[in-house]
């Protein structure tokens, strides 16, 4: 099952960062911003914004098969790791910078998850210890 989740999850954050990323690629092919037919056009026509479209689906089925069987603590917070990856992608797709608020949620991202991770486990093994 520990299989499950670390697939499921790396599944889920790859689908979350191709969602994120094509959607500032579409956002940078469509501009100037005009919120008009010209730019909805730009939009629909570029190819990132159905990456976006199927970053989202596919997200959205890996997070309800997931749901099924992780603890939802953990599944939420982990299923926030997409922001540093989408953080670091975008250091290197995009230049921006690599700030110290970037680097400090990233970490504090990072204890939380591993911080839920480790009380499940914890639960999960003295519920499991019958008692006599």
Known sequence: MRLFYIVGFIVLMSFDTLAQISFKYASIHAMPLT???????????????YGAILGYIGAFFTWM??????PVGPA?????LELISVTILSIWLFNEPLTLNKVIGAIFILAGVLFLAKHESQQNTSLSVVPK
């Open 35 to 49: 919120y008009d037919i010209a730019w909805l056009s730009r939009i629909l026509t570029h190819y990132w914004i």
């Open 65 to 70: 098969t997931l749901l099924k069987h992780a």
């Open 76 to 80: 939420f917070a982990t299923s926030h």
